[in-house]
DNA sequence: TTTTGTTTCAACCAAATGGTTGAAATTTTT
DNA sequence: AAAAATTTCAACCATTTGGTTGAAACAAAA
């Protein structure tokens, strides 16, 4: 096997490695429980992997990619109007912390840990803020259409409203004493309700 | 000194492990490390905390107790409408996290690595949906006065959009470009963006 | 002054852990 | 079939680290 992508046993040991680092933190995580947890050995997952920090930064680096990937493109769509990018991002947004619900939480505690190691690995200043849908929202402000309001607190109301009941999804599923089923339901309504409330709020001039 | 409570280097103590759990993590938290940052020895760590866990459980339920206790009274205040009180939820929040941004990250982190020893120790099943604040959303929305939502989204709403930037604070900061006055200013703004958001959105019946 | 509690210091220990090694077996590629 | 790459196994090592110990200095309370 030659062919350096998609190996089976390294896919198996990069994902096994996301759920223990994920759950123990990247200090707590032990190389051992990793090597059980993908089913191979310590030596076979030193093969494959340097050291714990390299493997931990390859997860990291991927996690990231995914984490901004499914997004930033959306909001560069020249195709769609704002209010089409607002309800796109929430719903698209929904559906992916469906499937990789504790992510917000394991990216945002290793920018907290090392923000240094972060913010050098990736330029994010300038991915963000001269966006299509930030343009459009400064268009529309300009020409009276919605309230004048600085576009960042538009984003950052969409994503707090999606990401954080993520994060703190424990919390409220003991809470409001929640099934899955429930929660599932609650994020549906979730999602129809930070719409109407973003929208509402922005065309009431 | 007799006195058990309030000890000035049990105070260093107590001060200088949440900030270095906070910033390292459990796991990756070291006792000298402590020690130093409270200016003491490690032999003189231990003569007041019997061991590490000892020592975080302490610290990580006086922060549990500030996160949750500057909250509740103030739901079940009696003389205050659903309006103040959401108004007074919402500029509170924002004034305790300004002073302890790094709370929700610490506290969110540690239930999710130990969920069981968290909620067996804290029962939190009847805190909120029984506070009065509830109550008087469910009458105000039978009256018809208000929209017809379950109370726990109101919530949710009101505490994402502020507990989130301070969880997000780091990206937020580096892709907005702020300076820490810009920072304070744009959750000023938040704080009144939110309140509007969600009574204008209850209103609209 | 005596006793009790607090603090320092330096050395020490046992356990856990990241990582290595090297030989052998197995699989894949050529 | 030969060569190269993958996988297993078990033992091993150096370092880190939580925690201990005991003696001595110091401070506070009785």
């Known amino acids: 096997m030659l062919d350096n992508s998609s190996n089976k046993t390294e896919q198996q040991i990069l994902e096994a490695a996301y759920r223990v680092f994920q759950k123990k933190g990247r200090a707590g995580a032990r190389m051992q429980e990793i090597a059980d947890e993908a089913g191979i050995n310590k030596s076979m997952l030193h093969y494959y992997f340097r050291n714990k920090d390299s493997l931990f930064r390859k997860i990291f680096m991927q996690s990231i990619a995914e984490f901004l990937g499914s997004v930033i493109p959306m909001l560069n769509n020249v195709e769609t109007t704002w209010q089409e ?6 719903a698209h947004y929904n559906t992916f912390l469906t499937k990789r619900p504790d992510l917000p939480l394991f990216v945002m505690n290793e ?5 240094d190691e972060f913010f050098n690995q990736l330029q994010i200043e300038n991915i963000l803020m001269h966006t299509v849908f930030f343009n459009q929202l400064s268009a529309a ?17 969409m994503l707090s409203n999606i990401v954080f009941p993520f994060i703190a999804a424990p919390i409220i599923k003991k809470v409001a004493a929640f099934t899955d089923s429930n929660w599932e339901h609650f994020m549906e309504d979730r999602v129809r309700i930070t719409k109407e409330i973003i929208i509402n709020y922005l065309e009431k001039v």
């Open 85 to 90: 990018k607002i309800s796109d991002f929430i």
């Open 111 to 115: 920018i907290n840990q090392h923000p």
């Open 141 to 157: 402000a300009e020409r009276g259409e919605i309230r004048t309001i600085h576009p960042i607190q538009v984003f950052v109301t």
